[in-house]
């Protein structure tokens, strides 16, 4: 990011990437767009159609810090689970957290408005699988998103085959058959395309569709504060599942006492056996280490969780932590005049 530095918005500005001895334009802005240019066309006919262009060279390695950068900060404000999402994008799973930010839209409009005053162009989507969500926050008709539970199919159907994260070159060998919606690829019988094809386009198709499972691997950062715990033997019942919240919540707060720290953000990470992830993330009012108080919010949640097959991981992190000094972690119970009432506040 350029900051202040940057040109105008209405300033055409291509990003150039080198293929061989090509240099082609790799990304855009919407001002370079209007002015007609194209990604994959070449630098020089960029230049030559607008004298004056802006051009940078692309620096992968930095856009993808960049990236990662911001799949942490929107962890700590947004979600436990969070990964970037190709070049350009990041995919939250955000089940248990979305009340947390008032509703799903207000959460989505929050995340825009959030990355427009950072100075990005952003679109957001809400569906039941990474794959829908990737699709309709890319080619859908809304900058905001949010599918209705059962409406995949129907959404999807009308977008561009690109939309289901295909090579180029496979998506053109489609367009060839006469292929050029989602919901044609989807109609079609799948065994001659597999032959043809091979598994790649059944196997998009059904993560878009929800069919076949995609698990996010959540971005972590090793200043977190963050305990884990590994099952020889899975485990799924809940009461075992609860003991070993516990356990890791005691030795999450030793960690955050040497630190001097007190959480006010908590994401418990289950790891099933079949690769999926789930969380549960707890708030509270004001930094705290307190074990009973931090196994409580996430006991009481324990319900939402669906073990699967058993979960062979659990990770705990602080993912927003704070200083606590010794003598603000006193009982509410001991402070009868004009108690804290922090803790009642932090049921979730």
Not at 120 to 141: D, N, P
Not at 260 to 289: C, N
Not at 303 to 327: Q, R, S, V
């Amino acid at each position: 990011m350029l900051g202040d530095e940057a040109p105008p918005v209405e300033t055409p500005v291509v990003m150039i990437a080198r293929q061989g001895s090509r240099r082609l334009v790799a990304a855009l802005n919407s001002a370079a767009l209007k002015a007609g240019l194209r990604p994959g066309m070449p630098a020089s006919k960029a230049q030559a159609i607008l004298p004056g262009l802006i051009v940078e060279d692309l620096k992968p390695e930095e856009d993808a810090k960049a990236l990662e950068d911001l799949a942490f900060w929107f962890l700590r404000i947004y979600a436990p689970i969070v990964a970037p999402d190709t070049l350009d994008g990041l995919v939250l799973d955000t089940t248990g957290a979305d009340h947390l930010h008032g509703n799903e839209r207000l959460m989505l409009t929050g995340m825009i408005n959030r990355l427009h005053a950072l100075g990005f162009t952003a679109r957001a989507a809400i569906a039941e699988s990474w794959g829908a969500a990737h699709a309709l926050a890319r080619f859908g008709r809304e900058a905001v998103t949010i599918l209705p539970e059962g409406g995949v199919r129907e959404a999807l159907a009308p977008l561009p085959l690109a939309a289901l994260r295909l090579d180029a070159h496979l998506v053109n060998e489609l367009k060839v058959l006469g292929f050029r919606r989602i919901g044609e690829l989807a109609a079609a019988p799948r065994a001659p395309i597999t032959l043809r094809f091979g598994p790649e386009v059944g196997r998009r198709l059904d993560q878009a569709h929800g069919i076949l499972s995609e698990p996010i691997e959540p971005v972590r950062v090793a200043e977190l504060v963050t305990v884990r715990r590994f099952f020889p033997e899975p485990i799924g019942a809940a009461e075992t599942i609860a003991k070993y919240t516990r356990k890791l919540v005691s030795d999450l707060c030793l960690d955050l006492e040497k630190r001097g720290l007190g959480a006010r953000r908590v994401d418990l990470v289950f790891h099933r056996v079949d690769s999926g992830v789930q969380a549960i993330r707890a708030g509270t009012s004001k930094p705290a280490r307190d074990s009973k108080q931090l196994s409580r919010l996430l006991t009481d949640r324990i319900e939402t969780i669906d073990p699967g097959f058993g979960i062979e991981k659990m990770t705990l992190t602080a993912t927003h932590a704070e200083p606590l000094l010794a003598g603000q972690t006193r009982s509410v119970l001991l402070d009868e005049a004009g108690g804290d009432i922090g803790e009642a506040v932090d049921i979730i």
